[in-house]
């Protein structure tokens, strides 16, 4: 398959701190990769340092074009859109201001209220919420709502970071496969940061293991998902 990102050699710091020590990595095109590892192994970094938000070398190329010197906010035009860990939500707006900032580098403004309806499609919580502070929403609408922002953006390649985090069961399931539906129905490829290893490798159709922010491993998910050895030596399960 076509590769839609391609990272080579990236290397990222928070100030004098190396955290990303020559990653390279891709994703395909309608493709699902994530990011494995444990705490501290640089996953979240890496999704920031995609988006131009950490220091950062090397060279990043989204559709063909290189992305590494640019602003997050001309990435975010390209299509790369960013679900950050801790959701992101903008607490004293509305559920559907917060949906509308998402939509704020777009310049097709007659078609964001069709987008509008179209997350609400997928949420239908949300457009019951719509005129609710966004801060007096539940865990799960809230992170429901980090991903319809997302959505606005109308996204050739979503950054999620731990979507599922905090989450009864039940709304993950519900989440996971709203992911699957984006991707298979309507092409949206996923870069996955997630700690529920298992959930990750059912939807991905690539991982990377990380460790020390180093990639240790990589292959196809079905074949990491039924190697028992990497599975208790990485993964923990």
Known sequence: MTALLDVYGLHASYGPTRVLHGLSFSVSDRGVTTLLGGNGAGKTTTL????????RTGEITFAGQTITRSSTEHIARLGVAHVPDGRGTFTRLTVEENLELGAITRRDRNDVV???????????????????QAGTLSGGEQQMLAIGRALMLRPRLMLLDEPSFGLAPRLVHELFDILTTLNKREGVS???VEQNAAL?????????LLETGRIVFSGAAREIREDEKIRRSYLGY
Do not use: S, T, W
């Open 190 to 192: 996923l870069l996955l």
């Open 48 to 55: 920031r340092a995609i988006c131009g938000m950490v220091a």
């Open 200 to 208: 990750a490798l059912e939807l991905a159709d690539h991982a990377y």
């Open 114 to 132: 069709d987008d509008l309806e179209r997350v609400f499609g997928y949420f239908p919580v949300l457009q019951k919420r719509r005129g609710q």
